[in-house]
């Protein structure tokens, strides 16, 4: 399949991909701990059904030594024995960040303070801008119809 876009052979729509990027380099560089940010990515990526993103944060999260089996079960978290109460907290917060359309509410207080529990303030707002940069990411994969497959765990780092 091939893109409908090259979202960097258009020099405006490059310089704010370059823009996008850079913010994302921002939150690798947070507290919050890398491998958590690869399982909110691939999570947010599998609701949203973003091929493109799923490759990447497989792969990322499988050099970050993440084994198969927690990769496998990332879609099914709430009932797989194998991820942290952080985990399932900053998980839980993803989704219910993704879905607020399903949600008229938002995100639940009780949902917010499972994360609290768990991360600093500093984490916390690294990990709502990963939920949103992450939104924002996969829309533009999906609307465009961005190939997957062939990525290469640190190109775009």
């Known amino acids: 399949m091939d893109a409908r876009v090259d979202f960097f052979a258009a020099p405006n729509a490059g310089k704010a991909l370059k823009h996008f990027m850079s913010a994302n380099k921002e939150l690798r560089a947070s507290s919050l701990p890398t491998a958590l940010q690869e399982l909110v ?3 947010i990526s599998q609701i949203n059904g973003c091929a493109t993103c799923i490759d990447m944060h497989v792969k990322e999260a499988a050099e970050e030594g993440e084994t198969a089996l927690r990769l496998n079960l990332v879609a099914a978290w709430r009932e797989a024995s194998v991820f942290s109460e952080a985990e399932r ?3 839980e917060l993803a989704e219910e960040g ?3 359309a399903d949600a008229a509410g938002g995100v639940d ?3 917010w303070a499972r994360a609290a529990e768990h991360y600093s ?3 916390l707002t690294a990990l709502v ?3 949103s940069f992450m939104n924002m990411v996969n829309r533009l994969n999906v609307i465009t119809r961005q190939p ?3 990525y ?3 190109q775009f780092n």
């Open 121 to 123: 303030q500093e984490q």
């Open 129 to 131: 801008v990963l939920i």
């Open 89 to 91: 907290a900053a998980l």
């Open 41 to 43: 990515s691939l999570r």
């Open 152 to 154: 290469r765990p640190g």
């Open 109 to 111: 207080d009780a949902v």
């Open 148 to 150: 997957s497959g062939d």
């Open 98 to 100: 993704t879905r607020i």
